[in-house]
């Protein structure tokens, strides 16, 4: 596997970045709780330059969501002591990277930096924002963003997933992030790619560990997910991503679970997919499942299954460790959608 991964220019250079980032820059500005952290964001200089916010402990209380419209720009807090909380009752996310005003976003956003924070959500009742349904009440939402870093964060609590990226964002790294407790998943991807994702204790999420729809090119690794309400991964319509030296334990539908795109659910709660959007040319490989029902199972229909023409099967090496097996549901109808390999 790992061809494949020099073959692809992101990667080498993304896990370079983020361990040099280890070095703080110097602090453009400074706020504190009583501060007007939106003002203070508006305010860093618009000449295009790196700009380093630095937050102070404290409890930060917000009234509603923050936003990052601007690239090469840094929020830094001093650790799990800034904590950004939003009110009980507020039913919008946290933190926004990137266009928040329109469905489509009108432009990618740069080179933007999250880090050393505490994320918490407030009690909502919706998913999503009333004011702007395209907006789910997570913790960071990354929206069209390429180079964006989400690391050091301890999230928690959120209405929906607490770190999503989606609208076609790239070049993302996520990493050394402790996540739990969303009434959702604890990390989401859609329509994203060249995602690096490593160390991250991702657990006790009402739903998924990670669920993603649409991500490609991208390399999970070295995580652990634990103790989710469904399965440690749901992987939808997603392909030739890297699955490497994570741990899978307690979570309980299974450690992975593989399926397609679905397209509309049915009133007896079956669903269908859209056509040929099974999830394909995944690479699991050293990873370590234990006390999960299987390692895998499948979703698949008629629309989207692993017999289609040109679908590349998913490959688990024999050097993943379980106490558990993984499951194809009626390969003869459907198809084979793991291969094993040594």
Not at 15 to 39: E, F, I, V, W
Not at 87 to 104: A, E, S, T
Not at 144 to 159: D, H, P, Q
Request: hydrophobic share 35%.
């Amino acid at each position: 596997m790992a061809p494949l991964l020099l073959a692809l220019p992101f990667f080498s250079p993304s896990a370079r970045a983020a361990l040099a980032d280890d070095q703080p820059a110097a602090c453009t500005a400074r706020a504190g709780p009583k501060d007007n952290l939106q003002g203070v964001i508006n305010a860093l200089p618009a000449d295009g330059s790196h700009a380093v916010l630095c937050l102070a402990a404290g409890d930060y209380q917000l009234q509603g969501l923050l936003w990052i419209l601007r690239d090469n720009t840094t929020v830094r807090g001093v650790g799990p002591r800034t904590a950004l909380h939003m009110r009980d009752g507020v039913q919008q996310p946290l933190l926004v990277v990137g266009d928040y005003l329109n469905q489509v976003p009108d432009r990618t956003i740069t080179n933007v930096t999250i880090s050393d924070l505490s994320l918490v959500g407030g009690q909502a009742d919706n998913e999503f924002m009333p004011e702007r349904p395209y907006l789910s009440n997570s913790g960071v939402v990354v929206r069209k963003g390429y180079r964006v870093r989400l690391t050091r964060l301890k999230a928690s609590g959120c209405r929906s997933a607490c770190l999503l990226t989606e609208q076609h964002s790239d070049a993302i790294t996520i990493d050394h992030n402790d996540v739990f407790g969303a009434v959702w998943d604890g990390v989401s991807f859609n329509s994203t790619s060249n995602v690096v994702m490593f160390d991250n204790h991702v657990h006790d999420n009402i739903a998924a560990g990670i669920t993603a729809e649409h991500l490609t090119d991208s390399e999970i690794r070295n995580n652990v997910l634990a103790n989710n309400g469904s399965q440690g991964v749901y992987l939808s319509d997603s392909a030739r991503n890297l699955f490497i030296g994570n741990t899978f334990t307690g979570n309980r539908g299974a450690g992975v679970f593989l399926t397609c795109a679905i397209r509309f659910r049915n009133a007896d709660g079956s669903t269908q997919c859209w056509d040929n959007s099974m999830s394909q040319d995944n690479v699991f490989e050293n990873n370590h499942f234990d006390k999960d029902p299987f390692t895998y199972t499948i979703g698949v229909d008629k629309a989207a299954n692993c017999k289609s023409a040109g679908f590349k099967p998913n490959v688990w090496k024999a050097s993943n460790r379980a106490s558990a097996s993984g499951v194809d549901i009626d390969p003869q109808r459907y198809g084979y959608c793991v291969r094993h390999e040594p």
